[in-house]
């Protein structure tokens, strides 16, 4: 079998940190690289192997299998709509999918234009993925496992505390075990909360799910980097799930109402759970092109995370609840 040609778009931290050391370690992966800063690239290739292009023109001549975009999200769009030019077979995206003004600030040109990125992908038929990797932790996957063998059946109702560091994967993680968000209504504080590297007023959150889950969510940045970092709880027909942080305890509580804990080992840190996350989302997500198989995470699930940001920032200027897929369709 050849190599798999991973073309990566974008060489910085995220990329250096999270994605290289593992995509370098498998010796059926070859790399090709491509940044505005071409240091940044050739930096890249010294330590993990590869090659750099000049344009991203030059980089889509190699023919790579997929093409992981890595950018700042801030510089996300501009890099997918350069990629969609020249026919790739797969585009892979760091999320969120589109964040023009950062993260913390996503609105509904966003919206807009992660709509337009899926659209032209779909009309030359390049396949698009997610990393959204919270559904990768330990914990998430067997919260998962669980309420499926012991039929807990559907989730009933969401609620939760969300770091505005987390927050997209939060909003994934609602989609992941309770499906897309119907309906939204939302209000901010009237002050700017600050936290670390960010500056943002809270929200206040009420939804209703396709499958008629009511839940509440809060976004906040003023949540102590020290404190866990989201925490959701799901209440389903004939069970109870419990997610906090990324390292904190799972809490299930079944229909004989016993709660189990689960806990990572205590020698491994948040951030062991954070990095080993990238690493299983991208086995799985290499591992289906090789099988030829749908992405894990396929890329509508970085528009429908858009989607919720959009109908929250509409609904808190407007002051009234927000059909999602009335006001912000997805196709």
């Excluded at 023109?57 to 990629?83: C, H, K």
């Excluded at 004939?238 to 080992?265: C, F, K, N, S």
């Excluded at 995470?297 to 429908?304: E, H, N, Q, Y």
């Amino acid at each position: 079998m050849s190599k798999l040609k991973v073309a990566v778009v974008g060489t910085g931290n995220v990329a250096q940190k999270n994605y290289l050391p593992f995509l370098s370690r498998d010796a059926e992966v070859s790399l090709g690289y491509y940044s505005r800063t071409a240091a940044k690239a050739q930096t890249c290739a010294d330590q993990f192997g590869g090659q750099t292009f000049a344009s991203v023109a030059e980089l889509m001549d190699w023919a790579p299998d997929t093409a992981l975009v890595l950018t700042r999200e801030t510089q996300r769009l501009e890099a997918a709509l350069a990629l969609l030019e020249h026919t790739p077979r797969r585009i892979f995206f760091e999320k969120p999918l589109v964040a023009r003004r950062g993260q913390e600030q996503v609105d509904e040109q966003d919206f807009a234009d992660g709509r337009d990125i899926l659209r032209r992908a779909k009309a030359i038929h390049c396949e698009t993925a997610m990393v959204f990797n919270y559904r990768f932790f330990d914990h998430s996957q067997l919260a998962r496992r669980v309420a499926a063998e012991r039929d807990f059946g559907q989730v009933l109702e969401v609620t939760g505390l969300v770091h505005y560091a987390c927050w997209s994967h939060a909003i994934d993680l609602i989609h992941f075990f309770a499906g897309p968000i119907a309906q939204i209504s939302a209000l901010s504080s009237k002050s700017i909360r600050e936290g670390k590297s960010m500056k943002v007023e809270d929200v206040a959150a009420a939804f209703r799910t396709k499958g008629d889950a009511a839940g509440t969510l809060i976004g906040t940045a003023a949540l102590a980097w020290e404190f866990p970092l989201f925490e959701l709880s799901l209440n389903f027909e004939r069970g109870h799930i419990r997610l906090q942080d990324l390292d904190g305890d799972l809490e299930i509580m079944d229909a004989r109402g016993e709660v189990e804990r689960y806990g990572i080992p205590r020698h491994r840190s948040r951030w062991d759970q954070y990095n080993q996350s990238f690493e299983k989302s991208l086995a799985a997500y290499l591992d289906s092109i090789r099988t030829n198989q749908p992405p894990p995470v396929p890329g509508r699930f970085g528009l429908l995370e858009l989607q919720v940001e959009a109908g929250l920032k509409r609904s808190i200027a407007q002051q009234r609840p927000v059909v999602l897929d009335a006001e912000f369709p997805l196709d």
